[in-house]
């Protein structure tokens, strides 16, 4: 299989992710999967580090203009099996931040070989909604589109929904505290269903966790 003129042959047929495809010290909140929003969002404080999940090469940079937020921002992919399994990064500033400030922070070239945790790049941001939109897509593209914790082994899952919900308790503890209220979250990292808001609110509690967890656990 080749992309963009660059060979798949020399990556494995399948691999496990087992990285995080960012550094959690910088985030801040984390969005789910679900039918509506069929990625992964991550917000970072500025300077947040992307990480590639796992081995593969860089077949995709692009400066985007006309999706996610307003204005000019790079999406990156990184193949990771020869059959055509990707990790997509589309990192969406806040702010009015150059496309060559942008540029200078993603740290990888077109046809780069990376390495399992490699530092791939930075999301540089003047606001608190910056964020970078993690898809992992296989050869059928959003036709065949999975959550992406599918993708990776059964700790570093866990770990990741785990965050996840540190980072909705923390975002309620704060809106508590300036008289706000807390705000209607899904239940997991992945989820099948949109819920309405009258569902959310009748959720037991964040950490009851999806059906797709049991197999980790069992």
């Known amino acids: 299989m080749t992309v963009n003129g660059i060979s798949l042959s020399q990556l494995p047929a399948t691999q496990t992710m087992t990285v995080m495809p960012f550094d959690s010290a910088a985030v801040t909140l984390i969005s789910p999967y679900k039918p509506s929003h069929t990625g992964i969002d991550i917000n970072t404080t500025t300077a947040g580090r992307f990480l590639s999940p796992g081995s593969g090469i860089v077949t ?4 985007n203009t006309g999706q996610g937020r307003p204005g000019t921002n790079y ?5 990771l099996t020869n059959d055509g399994l990707n990790a997509l990064y589309h990192f969406e500033v806040d702010g009015s931040i150059s496309d060559q400030d942008q540029r200078d922070n993603i740290l990888v ?19 608190p ?3 970078v939109h993690f898809d992992m ?4 593209g959003r036709a065949t589109v999975r959550c992406p914790l599918v993708y990776f082994s059964p700790d570093v899952a866990m770990t990741w929904e785990n965050l996840y919900d540190e980072k909705i308790r923390e975002r309620d503890r704060e809106r508590i505290e300036n008289n706000r209220g807390t705000v209607p979250s899904l239940p997991d990292l992945c989820n099948d269903i949109e819920l309405s808001n009258s569902q959310l609110m009748a959720t037991p509690t964040i950490w009851a966790k999806a059906s797709w967890l049991s197999e980790f656990t069992n």
């Not at 070989?113 to 540089?124: D, E, M, P, S």
């Open 137 to 140: 897509l296989d050869a059928g």
């Open 129 to 131: 909604h910056a964020h």
């Open 75 to 79: 999406r990156v992919r990184i193949h």
């Open 60 to 63: 995709w940079i692009e400066l």
């Open 109 to 127: 070239a077109l046809g780069d070989r990376v390495t399992v945790g490699q530092h791939i790049g930075n999301l540089v941001s003047l606001g």
